[in-house]
């Protein structure tokens, strides 16, 4: 199969309705807006207003933990992006900053398996997925977690 034999099934394409052209499209006049009305306006339709009420969202109690404020936050980079440094390097988060890599540290640095790495680079991060470390150790490197 090549892409100029696909076609999307039956169904899958539909015409698009164009509103507000006249009365024998059977969209004209107010376009299916109905008569004057705050919904009839542009850019007030508010999601979730119920007419000065208390909104649903609102009067529902909050309940669950969320986790996104204690959940440790790596910034991560690619093993590819360690190709930048020399053969032998210890490559840190102050390395990488240094180079320009990433920006900031927030709790610490993550190593990606995306790519491939050739030098033999010691590496001390925080995190490492599986495949990073194997390719680092795979091309003569270390790779420590501080």
């Known amino acids: 199969m090549k892409l100029h034999e696909l076609?999307?099934?039956?169904g899958a394409r539909k015409a698009v309705t164009r509103k507000g052209r006249g009365a024998g499209s059977g969209n004209g006049k107010t376009a299916?807006?109905?008569?004057k009305g705050q919904k009839a306006r542009s850019g007030v339709k508010k999601a979730g207003f119920e007419g000065g009420q208390m909104p649903l969202q609102r009067r529902?109690?909050?309940?669950?933990?969320n986790n996104s404020v204690f959940a440790t936050k790596y910034v991560t980079i690619k093993v590819s992006d360690l190709e930048k440094f020399e053969?032998?390097?210890?490559?840190d988060a102050a390395a990488l900053l240094e180079m320009g890599i990433i920006s900031r540290t927030l709790d610490g640095?993550?190593?990606?398996?995306?790519?491939?790495?050739?030098?033999?680079?010691?590496?001390?991060?925080?995190a490492y997925t599986a495949s990073a470390?194997?390719?680092?150790?795979k091309a003569g490197g270390k790779a420590?977690?501080?």
Request: aromatic share 4%; no cysteine.
């Open 7 to 10: 076609n999307a099934p039956k």
């Open 32 to 35: 299916g807006f109905g008569h």
């Open 133 to 137: 470390k194997e390719k680092i150790e």
């Open 87 to 91: 053969a032998g390097a210890t490559v």
């Open 144 to 146: 420590e977690v501080i």
């Open 60 to 65: 529902l109690p909050k309940r669950g933990f």
């Open 109 to 126: 640095v993550k190593v990606l398996g995306n790519g491939e790495l050739t030098k033999a680079v010691n590496v001390k991060v925080a």
